[in-house]
């Protein structure tokens, strides 16, 4: 297959990982990330200005969740990825489970919120639109459980075992379409789990966890069939270029590894997320009945041991 319509040729040298982290921009990934690098720095700018804090681990978390999308689609990795489907299955892991856990720890949408002006009575500014999206229909829908847990399956079993994914990898633009699908996807799954951002669908931590281990082991399913797959699967990886020196099904088992190895990663680091987020949300609400209890005199715990006395008196 001739890759040469997306800037590559087909004589690309033996992968090794210092040349696939050579740079090799995407422009429009390269335009996205630091459009999203600059904006997100705007808002903590202006937060910062009003004299307002912003957490510095959200920064951070954003950051490198900008910079992991950055190194899979700006580097050769994006190269290697259109000719060898273990590089491509890297990509597709890190843009549709790693990168979105790290953005949405962001919270860019807490922050657009409060950093964003508020409009003038009557009118609709980027502040008002954002917030009529939120609590949309729309957004209702795309992110309960049905549908997220839907979307995530599908972009594995719809894509790599129907001729989409050959008709994709086809164009520049379909191949572009297929990454932002899988960010999109990421996100949408992920957002109502981490529960940092305000949205529609906010489950209690113990529901999280159960759409959270609804969603992994499908990839695990997903990576074991293409392991034991005994021929290619997709034709765009089929006819590997004789430079790289590889074997397509072995390329592909690879893959399948990758894909079954890498479900456990975000389900650790979710699962961290979470527990901290429970830990602080009790220690919170602790704080709340001490203080409600300072300025009512423990009238919940007088009311209870009066009840006590009354059932010891009968």
């Not at 459009?35 to 705007?42: F, K, N």
């Not at 790599?160 to 932002?180: E, N, Q, R, T």
Request: positive net charge; aromatic residues 12%; glycine residues 10%.
């Amino acid at each position: 297959m001739d890759h040469s319509g997306h800037g590559m040729t087909t004589d690309l040298p033996p992968f090794t990982l210092g040349r696939g982290l050579e740079f090799s921009p995407d422009l429009f990934f390269l335009i996205g990330c630091l459009a999203a690098l600059g904006l997100y720095g705007w808002g903590v700018a202006r937060l910062r200005r009003r004299g307002d804090a912003w957490p510095v681990s959200r920064t951070v978390f954003f950051t490198v969740g900008v910079l992991s999308v950055a190194l899979m689609m700006c580097t050769k990795l994006n190269d290697y990825g259109m000719v060898m489907f273990s590089v491509h299955m890297v990509q597709h892991m890190v843009i549709s489970m790693l990168s979105p856990i790290l953005l949405l720890l962001g919270a860019p949408v807490t922050l657009a919120l409060r950093a964003l002006p508020v409009a003038g009575r009557g009118s609709l500014g980027p502040r008002e639109l954002l917030l009529k999206l939120l609590h949309s229909r729309y957004m209702k829908v795309i992110t309960h459980p049905a549908f997220t847990i839907s979307m995530f399956v599908a972009s594995l079993y719809g894509l790599y075992f129907s001729p989409l994914f050959d008709f994709l990898m086809g164009s520049k633009a379909g191949h572009i379409g297929m990454m932002v699908h899988f960010l999109m996807v990421g996100l949408v799954f992920f957002w109502p789990i981490m529960g940092v951002d305000p949205g529609p669908h906010r489950p209690g931590y113990v529901m999280r966890m159960l759409e959270l281990f609804a969603g992994m082991p499908f990839h695990a399913f997903f990576g074991i069939a293409m392991m034991m797959a005994t021929g290619p699967l997709v034709d765009a990886y089929k006819n590997p270029p004789a430079s790289l020196g590889i074997d397509a099904l072995a390329d592909q088992n690879a893959a399948g590894g990758i894909a079954w190895a890498f479900s456990e990663i975000p389900s650790v680091i979710v699962l961290i997320a979470l527990v901290y987020q429970w830990y602080h949300s009790e220690q919170r609400q602790a704080v709340r009945k001490d203080r409600a209890a300072d300025r009512d005199g423990d009238k919940e715990l007088e009311a209870y041991n009066a009840y006590l006395a009354s059932l010891r008196s009968r």
